[in-house]
């Protein structure tokens, strides 16, 4: 009788250390990669600040374009030596070509 029950006690044994045993290399390996994750942080933050400030000179840049261009439109070119536009209107002296 004695020996079913040592044989029971044993699996359960066997079984709850295969559990514990698990869960603490799960707990090991997530404590690696915090550690891992925790070290990089600076690094990335340092990174994404540089292209946050790419982003933002481009932008500065292209408003700046884009209100000189305005400005120029607003206030017209200084350049009179065009001469006069073209009618639609013939002249007197010239036959018209039908």
């Known amino acids: 009788m004695e020996r079913p029950l040592l044989t029971v006690l ?7 250390g295969w559990a514990v045993g698990s869960a603490y290399a799960r707990a090991r390996r997530g404590w690696t990669d915090y550690q891992t994750a925790k070290k990089s942080v600076p ?6 600040w540089l292209l946050i400030r790419g982003v933002a000179v481009k932008a500065a840049v292209v408003g700046l374009l884009l209100f000189g261009a305005v400005a120029y439109a607003a206030v017209g070119s200084d350049d009179e030596t065009a001469g006069p536009a073209p009618t639609s209107s013939t002249t007197q002296g010239e036959p018209s070509r039908r």
């Open 10 to 16: 044993l699996l359960v044994g066997l079984f709850i």
């Open 43 to 48: 690094g990335a933050r340092r990174g994404a």
